[in-house]
Antibody, heavy 116, light 111 residues
Framework: QVQLVESGGGLVKPGGSLRLSCAAS????????MSWIRQAPGKGLEWVSY????????YYADSVKGRFTISRDNAKNSLYLQMNSLRAEDTAVYYC?????????WGQGTLVTVSS | DIVMTQTPLSSPVTLGQPASISCRSS???????????LSWLQQRPGQPPRLLIY???NRFSGVPDRFSGSGAGTDFTLKISRVEAEDVGVYYC????????FGQGTKVEIK
């Protein structure tokens, strides 16, 4: 079955960097668009970025544009999110999701805390 | 940017009774390919979100048929025909016609 496992979260100081990973299994990873979506503590869902199956098409939310970079390695069945210049408001659980006209399958998420 | 507005934000319901959530978008969600990319997701307490409905009215794999979606253009509705205890959680509408935007969420709880 579809499995998505995020990793790489943790505590980082404002202005710092972090790289999230999402390991995919149970499906042909290279066939699907993938997204990162986040949820601040006690808040709603916020879409962050998505990447096409080949990696040729990428979009970002305005809130992260210029600071975050999404990428994928289809040979390793992995999705990444490089996060630079982190701010307190980036504190959230970050989910990766497989896209099928909507975020159809989700991982359990990884918590990123930005605090001094 | 497309703004998604859900009503109500909180919905106390009686077990076995119906529930309904509305979602309105700030502009039409009809894509140039003719599809309307409006989805509904459920998030139970302590769990990641789960896709219920995609493209207005299509139930995702494994979703019970008591969940149904309807609407067109800018106005959409999620209905639960008979609420069960496992339906407690927060429900989000989401558009994927132009990037992605989520509604604020509607908390469904048992009276």
């Amino acid at each position: 079955q579809v499995q998505l496992v995020e990793s790489g979260g943790g505590l980082v100081k404002p202005g710092g960097s972090l790289r999230l990973s999402c390991a995919a299994s149970g499906f042909t990873f290279s066939d699907y668009y993938m997204s990162w979506i986040r949820q601040a503590p006690g808040k709603g869902l916020e879409w962050v970025s998505y990447i096409s199956s080949s990696g040729s098409t990428i979009y970002y939310a305005d809130s992260v544009k210029g600071r975050f970079t999404i990428s994928r390695d289809n040979a390793k069945n992995s999705l990444y999110l490089q996060m630079n210049s982190l701010r307190a408001e980036d504190t959230a659980v970050y989910y990766c999701a497989r896209e099928e006209a909507a975020p159809a399958s989700w991982g359990q998420g990884t918590l990123v805390t930005v605090s001094s | 940017d497309i703004v998604m507005t859900q009503t109500p934000l909180s919905s106390p319901v009686t077990l076995g009774q119906p529930a309904s959530i509305s979602c309105r978008s700030s502009q039409s969600l009809v894509h140039s390919d003719g599809n309307t990319y409006l989805s509904w997701l459920q998030q139970r307490p302590g769990q990641p979100p789960r896709l219920l409905i995609y493209k207005i009215s299509n139930r995702f794999s494994g979703v019970p048929d008591r969940f149904s979606g309807s609407g067109a253009g800018t106005d959409f509705t999620l209905k639960i025909s008979r609420v069960e205890a496992e339906d407690v959680g927060v429900y989000y509408c989401m558009q994927a016609t132009q990037l992605r935007t989520f509604g604020q969420g509607t908390k469904v709880e048992i009276k």
